[in-house]
């Protein structure tokens, strides 16, 4: 709902999981966690740039040092971190960002070059890379994610599309 662009929509239904959950956040922490990641990429969609940060920001404070939590847990946290962090300028933050989720991605795959998540990382390391002039390395980062993205995404989704534009742009 939220990649799809409704964010209207799915704001009222994360606010609803959120208190439905919230009574035993022991037991719920993992869904817990999902929800803040998913408000973060809602306020990413509006555009409230500053407020994602914040929010995800928060999420990753919460979860701790991504080096000693378990990388199914904190994947997608450092992706989502790495897109904000990319659309709020910080270039440091969203290519450590980027890396680290590069990192947790290929150790929870079973076949790097058959996960879209190891896809979806090189992608954001190449968008990083070349936000900061750096055309080559994003290049060779986007080069990287054609073949993961194509085999668990296909060659039609939104993300190769947007890989594909990439590829084409810096010849």
Known sequence: ??????????EPLLDEASRVLHDDAERNGKYNLEIARARAQVLLKRNRIADAVREIDALLADIGDPRSVVASKIQYPLLTAAEIHLRSGDLVVAESHARAALTATESVADDAQQ?????????????????????????????????????????????????????????
């Open 1 to 10: 709902m939220i990649d799809s662009g409704d964010a209207d929509e799915a």
């Open 115 to 171: 996960s879209a998540d190891v896809g979806r990382a090189l992608l954001l390391l190449g968008q990083v890379r070349y936000a900061k002039g750096d055309a080559g390395g994003a290049r060779d980062a986007f080069e990287r994610a054609r073949t993961p993205i194509a085999n668990g995404l296909g060659d039609e989704h939104p993300l190769a599309r947007e890989l594909a534009s990439w590829i084409a742009k810096l010849g």
